[in-house]
């Protein structure tokens, strides 16, 4: 009787502590978020073993997977950490309704996250990778097959890439509907550019407006433009340059 007690209070702590570790790791990504700009955690190979493979894990983690070298890789970041910003400002690292906490990460190409490459069958970078919580209750094989609707592998055919695709694409994912405003900051600092830029413009227009109703000025400026639209006319025919192209 007294093993069986005591096999019974060993699975109640063992099942106790995986409750707990649950929300403590949800704590340990809030608290590295915080530490870094824009709320951007920056993992390693442990690290990704352990926020993202190992149970529980009651949040969705999104990685982007990127490698020293890669210029586009570089742009691309800055417009995912304006989302991940974007994120944690309207606390998407906290459950709401439904919707589990969304924590952005990074992953950079090396000899020990090589092999997590693999496994997604990355060939090249940068590629965005959303990991639900509920695939996690799936078998490997089948966890494999849905992941795919999960992964954004990043082509040259994506185009542009701006924050507003990503937030979009993060959006559909997550199920949330996170908007982007723009910063008070930012709007006032580019509202004080245009107010300098209209005060600079109206200040020649008042001292040199004698030049401005010149006609020998405009003939000048037209001729100067006609001749540069032509040579640029005439660089495409030499060369062959289509004015527009297909991306295959």
């Known amino acids: 009787m007294s093993l069986n007690y005591l096999c019974l209070l060993l699975l109640i702590s063992q099942s106790v502590s995986i409750i707990e570790s649950g929300p403590l790791k949800s704590k340990k990504l809030r608290s590295l978020s915080s530490e870094s700009e824009g709320g951007l955690i920056s993992l ?3 690290g990704y073993k352990y926020f ?6 009651p949040y969705d983690l999104i990685v982007f997977f990127t490698s020293e070298g890669c210029t586009l890789c570089k742009d691309l970041m800055d417009e995912y950490a ?3 910003a974007m994120y944690t400002a309207s606390n998407g690292q906290y459950a709401k309704n439904k919707n589990r906490p969304v924590f952005f990460a990074s992953l950079s190409y090396s000899g020990t996250t090589h092999k997590i490459f693999l496994e997604h069958g990355f060939t090249s970078v940068p590629n965005i990778v959303y990991y639900p919580q509920r695939l996690l209750k ?4 089948s966890r494999v097959l849905h992941m795919k609707t999960f992964v954004w592998e990043i082509s040259g055919n994506d185009g542009h890439i701006t924050h507003s695709k990503v937030l979009e694409w993060v959006n559909q994912k997550s199920r949330r509907q996170v ?7 930012r709007l006032l600092f580019v509202l004080a550019l245009l107010a300098c830029f209209a005060y600079k413009a ?13 006609t020998r000025l405009w003939l000048v ?3 100067l433009v006609y001749v540069i639209c032509m040579a640029g006319m005439v660089s495409n025919l030499i060369h062959n340059t289509p ?3 297909t991306d295959n």
Do not use: C, Q
Not at 52 to 57: I, V
Not at 138 to 141: I, P
Not at 179 to 185: K, M
Not at 202 to 214: C, E, Q, R, T, V
């Open 179 to 185: 908007v982007y405003r723009e910063s008070i900051v």
């Open 221 to 223: 400026v037209s001729i």
């Open 82 to 84: 304006m989302v991940s």
């Open 138 to 141: 799936l078998k490997k094989e």
């Open 243 to 245: 004015f527009t192209k």
């Open 44 to 46: 390693n190979a442990t």
């Open 52 to 57: 993202m493979e190992e149970t529980p894990r």
């Open 202 to 214: 109206g200040s020649i227009l008042y001292n040199y407006h004698a030049w401005f109703n010149d």
